[in-house]
């Protein structure tokens, strides 16, 4: 029998606040334990939430960037459950008033073509603490810090037809958020984490298969790995004869399964009722134009932008647009050297490639969009060659700042001086006359070995149109 | 609407409160009371009213995003039962 997936994300974006949403405690990551767990926090008796201003415009502006309905009412409700790392028995949610309802993102999958997701709705809510069970004498230690950090809790219509699709959906929300700078997207912090709801059903039925929660992901590979698995699993289990149960379930990287949390006999009765210590929220005309005017140019227009600004392919645009800093950087470049293609290339080539090695973000780049604008003109002008321009980065990215002081002390001044040139060609044909004959007689992808003899004579200097033309006519006379 | 003994017990399962069995009857009437009333106010046409989910015709306040609060954990940790290395240390609960 033919499976169809459906699955359906729950993104938790930690929001950047200063402040926690509720109180006036910092949300900054790696602090001391319970060092930012204030009163409210810590629930003690008495104490009153107030929310932050900042969590509300982040929500609302997330909210217009997803072309999203945004109520003028939203209510804050009590999510009833006990466990020690929520000190309240009830966390501060939203339930049936979210401050940002439907909406929709659109994706682009790896044919090339695009498909527009629903977005249901995102909430506000406030982040639990942490358990950690490291043995403290057969106790759990609790850490407060995270507890009342502002979460935005993002849920997809379940519309998502492979694990493919949720990992690109999940890329394209993590990209917005930050452009948005209203989440840092530091997933291994756990500030943009994710649920998947999975189900799978035989092709061309309409109604949901039973669905399991997968719980947790915080990369992107754990969320492709941990559906596939799942996928199979309930395929496995209802051909088998079996039925897939309603749970919560936990993917275990190292053995690359999902396993099921043992089921609460109460699961999911959270009792949800309006929070009676918050107001309901209004959201005015006036708020959503003031944040309307903060709206940076959101991933999908700086990509059109690039493509007819730049001339760029859909591809280029879209990887380059993927990240807003790299896009700011690249643009940077492009512009000063006024070959975008060139600039493209040394962003998603050579520059990519240096930062994923040193697993550094764009931002600690020791190379400076500037500095990398020089060299490529200096490849443009033809003062060096793009090969000798890859050593030179080297040089660039190892602390040295100055291209041309480089270019200078180690000599790597491109060879275009014709006569010199074509010096060195007769000495390599003049070396290897075998090889002038069989190219004479046809062979005509010797071409390429005759370059390489040129270049390794020159130390990679001699400037490569001229060598091919050169060559060409010395062998063709 | 009467409350069985058995969701009494659910309930209070549900808010950690410990229970007298020879008491769940008389909650599960008491409740089943509070939930008739509930069911009598329900007959009342609201078909114009609008849901409310605050008695005050006032909308919230906001804060602004400001971190005021500075580390009182000493104190706090006063009052708690068991700490260490800044944990506030309780029954495990992994599952």
Not at chain 1, 76 to 104: E, M, T
Not at chain 1, 328 to 345: H, L, P, R, S, T
Not at chain 1, 441 to 462: C, D, I, P, W
Not at chain 2, 22 to 28: G, H, L, R, S
Request: charged share 25%.
């Amino acid at each position: 029998m033919a499976w169809e997936t459906v699955i359906g994300l729950e993104i938790h974006a930690q929001l950047a606040t200063r402040s926690k949403i509720f109180s006036g405690a910092s949300t900054a990551y790696g602090a001391a334990p319970n060092t930012q767990a204030c009163a409210v926090d810590l629930a003690l008796p008495g104490v009153l939430p107030v929310l932050n201003r900042e969590a509300v415009r982040m929500a609302v502006k997330f909210g217009l960037a997803l072309d999203a309905d945004i109520p003028q009412r939203s209510v804050f409700a009590r999510k009833n459950y006990f466990y020690p790392d929520l000190p309240q028995g009830y966390q501060i949610s939203q339930f049936d008033q979210p401050i940002v309802a439907r909406g929709h993102l659109d994706i682009t999958l790896e044919n090339g073509e695009t498909r527009q997701i629903g977005v249901t709705r995102a909430h506000l809510e406030q982040d639990a603490g942490k358990s950690l069970h490291e043995d403290f004498h057969g106790l759990t230690g609790i850490d407060l810090n995270r507890a009342g950090t502002p979460l935005l809790e993002i849920v997809s219509e379940p519309e998502l037809r492979s694990a493919k699709e949720a990992v690109a959906y999940m890329k394209k929300m993590h990209a917005l958020v930050q452009y948005l700078e209203i989440c840092d997207g530091n997933m291994a912090e756990g500030s943009f984490r994710c649920d998947a709801n999975v189900s799978v059903r035989p092709v061309g039925q309409v109604e949901f298969g039973t669905r399991a929660e997968i719980k947790n992901l915080n990369s992107f590979r754990f969320i492709e790995r941990a559906i596939n698995y799942e996928v199979e699993r309930q395929i496995d289990l209802i051909e088998a004869g079996g039925e897939v149960v309603q749970e919560t379930r936990l993917y275990d990287p190292d053995k690359g399964e999902t396993r099921s949390m043992r089921s609460k006999e109460e699961a999911n009765d959270y009792r949800y009722f309006p929070c009676p210590d918050l107001l309901p929220v209004e959201i005015s005309t006036a708020l959503l134009d003031e944040v309307r005017q903060t709206l940076p140019e959101l991933p999908d227009e700086k990509k059109q932008r690039f493509m007819a600004e730049f001339s760029l392919s859909e591809k280029d645009a879209t990887e380059l647009s993927a990240n807003r800093e790299i896009a700011e950087y690249f643009e940077v470049v492009a512009q000063g050297c006024g070959e975008a293609k060139m600039a493209a290339n040394w962003v998603m080539g050579e520059l990519s490639a240096h930062l994923n090695k040193a697993d550094i973000p764009i931002a600690e780049c020791p190379v400076s969009a500037k500095t990398l604008t020089v060299l490529i003109q200096r490849i443009t002008d033809k003062t060096i060659s793009g090969k000798i321009a890859k050593d030179v980065f080297v040089e660039l990215w190892s602390g040295e700042s100055d291209v041309d002081a480089i270019i200078d002390s180690k000599g790597l001044k491109q060879i275009t001086d014709s006569s010199a040139i074509e010096a060195m060609i007769a000495e390599v044909l003049e070396n290897n006359p075998s090889q002038v004959e069989q190219f004479r007689a046809g062979k005509e992808k010797l071409m390429g070995f005759f370059v390489g003899q040129v270049m390794k004579a020159s130390k990679g200097k001699a400037n490569p149109g001229q060598v091919n033309e050169i060559l060409r006519r010395l062998l063709n006379s | 609407m009467s409350l069985t003994a058995e969701e009494v017990r659910k309930i209070a399962h549900l808010a950690r409160l410990s229970i007298q069995e020879e008491k769940v009857q008389t909650y599960a009437d008491n409740l089943s009371g509070i939930l008739d009333l509930v069911a009598q106010m329900e007959t009342v046409n609201t078909d114009d009213v609008a849901p409310m989910a605050h008695p005050q015709e006032v909308t919230q306040r906001l804060r602004e995003d400001v971190v005021t609060e500075t580390s009182q954990r000493e104190k706090f940790q006063q009052i708690a039962p068991a700490t260490e290395a800044g944990l506030y240390l309780v029954p495990k609960v992994i599952e």
